[in-house]
């Protein structure tokens, strides 16, 4: 990971879920629980796939 860049992790129950990093899909938590970030403030909201 490049020296300007931090991360978060994500901890969660959820199996199946949608990770958005400052208004933008970033991934599923199904393949990546661990998000590189450049400094500074972000919003981040993990959304659970609604099942019909």
């Given at each position: 990971m490049d020296a300007n860049f931090g991360s978060v992790k994500l901890k969660t129950d959820l199996k199946d879920a949608s990770v958005y990093v400052d208004g933008?899909?970033?991934?599923?938590?199904t393949k990546v629980k661990k998000f590189a970030?450049?400094?500074?403030?972000?919003?981040?909201?993990?959304?659970?796939?609604?099942?019909?």
């Open positions: 933008g899909f970033a991934d599923k938590i970030l450049r400094p500074g403030n972000h919003d981040i909201e993990v959304h659970a796939t609604q099942r019909a």
